[in-house]
Each structure stands twice: as C-alpha cells, then as structure tokens.
C-alpha cells in the first residue's frame, strides 16, 4: 500500500496561513464569478478523471483491494457523471430567481441573487474516497467557489494521485490538496470556511461552530442502520440479489448499504433459502469483494461477527493479515444481538425475525432514523404502511444503494444520520419497477453482478461511458479576448468595405443606376 503524501510542512502553521490566504486571494480576483470559467474548471475536472481512470482504478485497488468492475461502477463513472451534471446545469443553477409575485411588494421587484460563499473545505471519507471528492468538489466549483480538497488518509493512493493531478488540470489559486490526519484535520477546522463538507460529523460540528462555519455533513456517528423490509409475497429471487448485491459491493463499507433484514418470523427460512440461491451465484470463490479499509475497521466488524448470538448461514470466514471478511449472512438474530448495537459497516448481512410489520415499524421507529429505508414488495399498500409510519433520509422500493446517484433527488439522513451537502428538507422517495419489467431491467445490468468478470467489465465500460465535450485549450479568458479581437476585426472590414461600395457609387452614377 502506497504511503500518505503529507504535504510539506515543517509546522502546522502552514496549513493555517499561506494556502488559506492563497485560495482567498483567487477568489478574490473574481475569476470565479464567470460562468465560463467555472465551466472551464468543470471540464478539465472530468477530464481529470477521465484521463486517469485506470490510474485511479488501480489506486482503489492498492487501497481497498475493490475489484476493477466495482470502481468502475461505483466511483469512476458516477464521478464523470455528477462533474458533468454540473456542467451542464451551471448557468440555469447560477441564475437569479424572482419570487412568486406578491400585490404588497410586486413594485419592488424581488430577486435572490446566487452568490458563491468564498473558500470551502472538503474532507473526504475512506469509503468512496474519489466520488466523494470530487462531486462535492464540483458542486463547490459550480456554485463559484474556491476549495480545499482533504483526502482521506486511508487511501493514501487514491489521496496520492489527487495531489498529483489537481495541479496540472485546475487552477492551483482556486484548489489546492492538504495531505494528513487528524493534526492537520484539527488545523484546517481551525480556519473559517465558506462551508464545510465532511463525514465526521460530530469533531466537524464543533469545530465549525466556534467559526460560525456552515457545514454538510454526512454523519455525525454511526446510528445509520438502514433496514430492509420484505414483504412475504414479494419477489424473492430479485430482493435475494439486489439486496445481497447492495449489502457486499463495497464490501459493506457504503453509507446507504442495507444493514439489516426485518422478516417476519415464519418467512424467514423461505427468505434465508432465497438468499442462498443468490450467495451461490454472487461468490463461488468469495474473491469477488473488496476488503476492509484498515486494521482498526477490521477489528470492530470481525468482533462484532464474533460475538453475534446469530446462526451463520453463508459466509463468516475473515483473515486479519488481508482484511477480508467473506460475505456472511446471519439469520435468527435478535434486536439486542451485537450485529444490532451499532452500524456494522462491512459485509455482514443479519436476519432479524419480527412476528409482523407492524412489529418491524415499531422496532425502526424505537430507534434513530435510518440513513436509508428499503422495502421490497409489489403491493402498493404494504409499501405505503411502511413509508407513511417511518422516517429516513431516503425510501426505497425494491432496489438498493443507487439513491445518492440518481439525479435530481435531494440525499441526506434525519438528525443523527446527518444532513445533506445540498440542504433539502423533502425525504426523497424513489421507487423501481417490480416483477418481470424488473428482472428484464436486471438482465440489461446484470454486468453489476457478481462474479465479476472480464465480459461484465467490457460491458459496463460500453454501456456506462461518458463522451465529454471538447478538450478545452485554454482558460476562457484567453479565448474570450480572441473572440472578441476577431468580432472587432470584423466589425472593422464590414464597414471598410460599405465605405468603399459608398465611394464607388458616388463616383460612378452608372453604379447606381
């Protein structure tokens, strides 16, 4: 594994003057109030990407041993997609908005102008540490700001190519990388940002408090566990795989991953049987996962897997040299159980038997709101029992983890669970289709799937890629001022060769006859 990239200093005072001053000092020369030069930073932002996208792939790999398919799948292209989302939305986005008319103030002419909030820091958590850096990163650049980009420094790879990159496609006065952990985390939250975006809520919250910091942050401690409920006449073999599915990829290390299974108790063997059909399937050999980030992160889920009162049904094999944890499946495991005393966060999957629904609502409902709430059933009753009588950051019929993709829907938890980086109240409700439209849409994208082959690989790649927009040659400055030469130039000969028809026909009244 590669070694952390600190960036230079010999105190941390570094940290706390020039780069600070630097970044506020190009924001300050207004470079970022053009729209065309915020889209110039977005493209060269995907190119970045685009450009590196084996480099980068390889990085995962070096730092969470993810299989190439899954980066691809879950980072790469959702990182290309969201710089591009913002490139192409950024003037309609930057516009100034009128309030509805009002007959008390319509001679007032209202307006709310869009204006960006100065510099802001990005800290970066370790499980998606490059979708999770650079997509808020476009929305900072979008909205016209400058930024700090903090890598986490459990993927010092991954955090390496970043500080080599940044410089050579954006502008080094409007972003920059600090390398580190937690000393010089604790200095940069001594600084006063614009905003704040974070995954440590609790240490960003108080920090940003003493500033008067706003902030984003995606958690402020680990209460998110996001429940699953099955309906009994659901469709067993499609919730057996995306849940399965939605539960390893990341090897459980996702925000929004389902973290348990509420099931009513005589459905359970029937829905555990299901389940198995798919295990089988996912992971003849179990080498298809990725592992867990670090030593510390292995040490709490391994000894949660070992303390559980539970039945190991699939799975429950772990290696501390590698950091693995097979996929494991848990069934018969009560609500006080270890695999319930927090969020697991890695690849174990319990079974929690409830004697109803309304059992499972009243458990979720004793605890802190859930990140993400899932429900698998065709009946549109059941799926409005659930929602109505719960609240999660997200609601989810009959699919897993795609949520904080899909575009256009806010994203963020309930109090605990932490808010959004975009500040939205509504709970974002998103529904698949069921049945047979739904295994049809399964077989269009069963590459995501394990066993993750090369075919699958090819597959995605096809299916997923992203064609970008020219390769910019320039900052739009430059550009601009030739544009504008060339418009003048123009200008100038048009009415040279008017002066020179005017002067012909004067002289020659045939000319004008």
């Given at each position: 594994m590669a070694s952390l990239p600190y960036t230079p200093s010999k105190t941390l005072k570094r940290y706390q003057q020039p780069i600070h001053a630097e970044l506020r000092a190009g924001f300050n020369s207004g470079k970022t109030k053009s729209i065309a030069y915020r889209k110039y930073q977005l493209l060269q932002l995907a190119y970045l990407v685009q450009d590196n996208v084996k480099a980068f792939v390889d990085a995962l790999a070096s730092d969470l041993g993810r299989p190439a398919l899954e980066s691809y799948f879950l980072e790469t292209g959702g990182s290309v997609s969201e710089i591009m989302e913002a490139y192409k939305n950024v003037e309609t986005w930057a516009k100034p908005e009128k309030p509805p008319l009002s007959v008390n103030f319509m001679f007032m002419r209202p307006v709310t102008y869009k204006e960006p909030k100065g510099v802001v820091l990005i800290i970066s958590p370790f499980n998606y540490p490059l979708w999770l850096c650079v997509a808020p990163m476009a929305g900072a650049i979008a909205a016209g700001n400058a930024v700090v980009i903090k890598p986490s420094e459990s993927c010092p790879?991954?955090?390496?190519?970043?500080?080599?990159?940044?410089?050579?496609?954006?502008?080094?006065?409007?972003?920059?990388?600090?390398?580190?952990?937690?000393?010089?985390?604790?200095?940069?939250?001594?600084?006063?940002?614009?905003?704040?975006?974070?995954?440590?809520?609790?240490?960003?919250?108080?920090?940003a408090a003493k500033t008067l910091t706003p902030v984003s942050l995606e958690v402020l401690s680990f209460p998110r566990?996001?429940?699953?409920?099955?309906?009994?006449?659901?469709?067993?073999?499609?919730?057996?795989?995306?849940?399965?599915?939605?539960?390893?990829a990341n090897a459980g290390q996702t925000c929004v991953a389902p973290d348990y299974v509420l099931v009513p108790r005589a459905f359970q063997d029937t829905f555990v049987d299901a389940l198995?059909?798919?295990?089988?399937?996912?992971?003849?050999?179990?080498?298809?996962?990725?592992?867990?980030?670090?030593?510390?992160?292995?040490?709490?889920?391994?000894?949660?897997l070992q303390a559980t009162k539970g039945?190991?049904?699939?799975?429950?094999?772990s290696d501390a040299t590698r950091k693995f944890i097979a996929p494991t499946i848990v069934k018969d495991v009560k609500t006080d159980d270890s695999l319930m005393s927090e969020e697991i966060f890695g690849p174990i999957l319990p079974i929690v038997p409830v004697d109803d629904v309304d059992a499972g609502i009243a458990y979720v409902n004793a605890n802190d709101h859930p990140l993400a709430l899932y429900v698998f059933s065709q009946n549109e009753a059941y799926k409005t029992k659930v929602f109505g009588s719960t609240q999660?950051?997200?609601?989810?019929?009959n699919e897993t983890i795609l949520i904080p993709g899909i575009t256009g829907l806010p994203f963020g938890g309930i109090?605990?669970?932490?808010?959004?980086?975009?500040?939205?109240?509504?709970?974002?409700?998103?529904?698949?289709?069921?049945?047979?439209?739904?295994?049809?849409?399964?077989?269009?994208?069963?590459?995501?799937f394990p066993p993750y082959t090369e075919k699958?690989?090819?597959t995605l790649q096809a299916r997923l890629a992203t064609k970008l927009p020219a390769r910019p040659t320039g900052p739009p400055g430059a550009a601009s001022s030739s544009s504008a030469a060339r418009k003048w130039f123009l200008v100038?000969?048009?009415?040279?060769?008017?002066?020179?028809?005017?002067t012909l026909k004067n002289r020659f009244p045939a000319v004008r006859a």
């Amino acid at each position: 594994m590669a070694s952390l990239p600190y960036t230079p200093s010999k105190t941390l005072k570094r940290y706390q003057q020039p780069i600070h001053a630097e970044l506020r000092a190009g924001f300050n020369s207004g470079k970022t109030k053009s729209i065309a030069y915020r889209k110039y930073q977005l493209l060269q932002l995907a190119y970045l990407v685009q450009d590196n996208v084996k480099a980068f792939v390889d990085a995962l790999a070096s730092d969470l041993g993810r299989p190439a398919l899954e980066s691809y799948f879950l980072e790469t292209g959702g990182s290309v997609s969201e710089i591009m989302e913002a490139y192409k939305n950024v003037e309609t986005w930057a516009k100034p908005e009128k309030p509805p008319l009002s007959v008390n103030f319509m001679f007032m002419r209202p307006v709310t102008y869009k204006e960006p909030k100065g510099v802001v820091l990005i800290i970066s958590p370790f499980n998606y540490p490059l979708w999770l850096c650079v997509a808020p990163m476009a929305g900072a650049i979008a909205a016209g700001n400058a930024v700090v980009i903090k890598p986490s420094e459990s993927c010092p790879a991954v955090a390496g190519l970043l500080t080599e990159l940044l410089p050579k496609y954006l502008d080094p006065s409007l972003v920059r990388v600090v390398n580190g952990a937690i000393p010089e985390t604790s200095k940069l939250l001594d600084l006063t940002w614009g905003h704040r975006s974070a995954r440590v809520g609790k240490i960003v919250a108080g920090a940003a408090a003493k500033t008067l910091t706003p902030v984003s942050l995606e958690v402020l401690s680990f209460p998110r566990k996001s429940p699953v409920f099955i309906d009994p006449a659901s469709d067993m073999r499609l919730a057996a795989k995306r849940i399965l599915w939605g539960k390893f990829a990341n090897a459980g290390q996702t925000c929004v991953a389902p973290d348990y299974v509420l099931v009513p108790r005589a459905f359970q063997d029937t829905f555990v049987d299901a389940l198995k059909t798919a295990y089988a399937g996912f992971y003849p050999e179990n080498d298809d996962i990725t592992k867990i980030v670090n030593q510390q992160s292995f040490n709490r889920v391994n000894g949660l897997l070992q303390a559980t009162k539970g039945t190991i049904v699939c799975g429950g094999a772990s290696d501390a040299t590698r950091k693995f944890i097979a996929p494991t499946i848990v069934k018969d495991v009560k609500t006080d159980d270890s695999l319930m005393s927090e969020e697991i966060f890695g690849p174990i999957l319990p079974i929690v038997p409830v004697d109803d629904v309304d059992a499972g609502i009243a458990y979720v409902n004793a605890n802190d709101h859930p990140l993400a709430l899932y429900v698998f059933s065709q009946n549109e009753a059941y799926k409005t029992k659930v929602f109505g009588s719960t609240q999660s950051g997200s609601a989810v019929a009959n699919e897993t983890i795609l949520i904080p993709g899909i575009t256009g829907l806010p994203f963020g938890g309930i109090g605990p669970s932490g808010c959004e980086f975009v500040s939205s109240s509504p709970e974002p409700l998103a529904y698949t289709l069921t049945g047979d439209p739904a295994c049809r849409i399964d077989k269009i994208l069963s590459f995501r799937f394990p066993p993750y082959t090369e075919k699958n690989l090819q597959t995605l790649q096809a299916r997923l890629a992203t064609k970008l927009p020219a390769r910019p040659t320039g900052p739009p400055g430059a550009a601009s001022s030739s544009s504008a030469a060339r418009k003048w130039f123009l200008v100038a000969f048009a009415v040279a060769v008017a002066g020179a028809l005017t002067t012909l026909k004067n002289r020659f009244p045939a000319v004008r006859a």
